[in-house]
Antibody
Framework: QVQLQESGPGLAKPSQTLSLTCTVS??????????WSWIRQHPVKGLEWIGYIYDSGSTYYNPSFKTRVTISVNTSKNQFSLMVRSVTAADTAVYYC????????????WGQGTLVTVSS | ETVMTQSPATLSVSPGERATLSCRASESVSSNLAWYQQKPGQAPKLLIYGASTRATGIPARFSGSGSGTEFTLTISSLQSEDFAVYYCQQYSNWPQTFGQGTKLEI
């Protein structure tokens, strides 16, 4: 069965770039039929969908992030990545990667999540 | 964006009883509605998609209903492992949005 695992620094400084990677195991990211997603969870604001990428490289982002976010895919490593630029304390959250079916079967599975704290 | 409103914020129920959780969308999301369960320190887990289809491995005591703007998650006979936070999510309109959650407590 497919499993996802986030990795990356747990601390980022204000104004810098947050970078995370999601490694997919048990299946190929190039198999088609899925979007590969990033979601974050604030202690107070709750769950927020960030965006997703298709294996072709097509991306879709939440407009609330404007141009601060980039999602990319590395099919040779079976990974996809998230960059959030110009971070502030408001970007402190648990970041999750997840798979979303094109067939409308929602987000499943999810990675275990990784806490990123933005602080100087 | 589509605002998802869940009620109640907290629901206190005894084991063996039925729990009914509600989710309302600010505009129609058709049947593109999912429910997730989240326990402390864990990622959300998909329970229901398409408003009423149980995800693989989800017990039959979990059921979802509704379409358009009004949705319900029912847990027919609560087990100890069901006490958690439940979120609804719409994936009809862009961007996808989540409700603020309902905490199901003993």
């Amino acid at each position: 069965q497919v499993q996802l695992q986030e990795s990356g620094p747990g601390l980022a400084k204000p104004s810098q770039t947050l970078s995370l990677t999601c490694t997919v195991s048990g299946g190929s990211i190039s198999s088609g039929g899925y979007y590969w997603s990033w979601i974050r969870q604030h202690p107070v604001k709750g769950l927020e969908w960030i965006g997703y990428i298709y294996d072709s490289g097509s991306t879709y982002y939440n407009p609330s992030f404007k141009t601060r976010v980039t999602i990319s895919v590395n099919t040779s490593k079976n990974q996809f990545s998230l960059m959030v630029r110009s971070v502030t304390a408001a970007d402190t959250a648990v970041y999750y990667c997840a798979r979303e079916s094109l067939a409308g079967e929602a987000l499943d599975p999810w990675g275990q999540g990784t806490l990123v704290t933005v602080s100087s | 964006e589509t605002v998802m409103t869940q009620s109640p914020a907290t629901l206190s129920v005894s084991p063996g009883e039925r729990a009914t959780l509600s989710c309302r969308a600010s505009e129609s999301v058709s049947s593109n509605l999912a429910w997730y369960q989240q326990k402390p320190g864990q990622a959300p887990k998909l329970l229901i998609y398409g408003a009423s289809t149980r995800a693989t491995g989800i017990p039959a005591r979990f059921s979802g209903s509704g379409s358009g703007t009004e949705f319900t998650l029912t847990i027919s006979s609560l087990q100890s492992e069901d006490f958690a936070v439940y979120y609804c999510q719409q994936y009809s309109n862009w961007p996808q949005t989540f409700g603020q959650g309902t905490k199901l407590e003993i």
